[in-house]
């Protein structure tokens, strides 16, 4: 069964930094996608940033500049390093996974910002 273990978030001051690592497993393949959704409160789940095999990203408008995505391959392996952290980015950070159509999910870490 195909897992995503996310780590990293917490909580940080307005313009600090935070590095979230998420690791899939229970397979041997790489996923064609990987990257980073967030959902604030009272809010839709929202793309943050996406990378496939090839190593294309794709960031969120909010966000650039300031996160950057990394990826692993063999190691089913995604990174995101978010400097100058602003109020507006706190949410539930979840990390996602696409395989041959399947869409997988981690279970979500908190990232909070105060002003």
């Known amino acids: 069964q195909v897992q995503l273990v996310e780590s990293g978030g917490g909580l940080v001051q307005a313009g600090g930094s935070l590095r979230l690592s998420c690791v899939g497993s229970?397979?041997?393949?790489?996923?064609?996608?990987m990257g980073w959704y967030r959902q604030a409160p009272g809010k839709q789940r929202e793309l943050v940033v996406g990378i496939n095999q090839g190593g294309r990203k794709n960031y969120a408008d909010s966000v650039k500049g300031r996160f950057t995505i990394s990826r692993d391959n063999a190691k089913n392996t995604v990174n995101l390093q978010m400097n100058m952290l602003k109020p507006e980015d706190t949410a539930v950070y979840y990390c996602?996974?696409?395989?041959?159509?399947?869409?997988?999910w981690g279970q979500g870490t908190q990232v909070t910002v105060s002003s």
């Open positions: 229970g397979t041997i393949f790489s996923f064609n996608s």
């Open positions: 996602n996974a696409v395989r041959n159509g399947l869409v997988y």
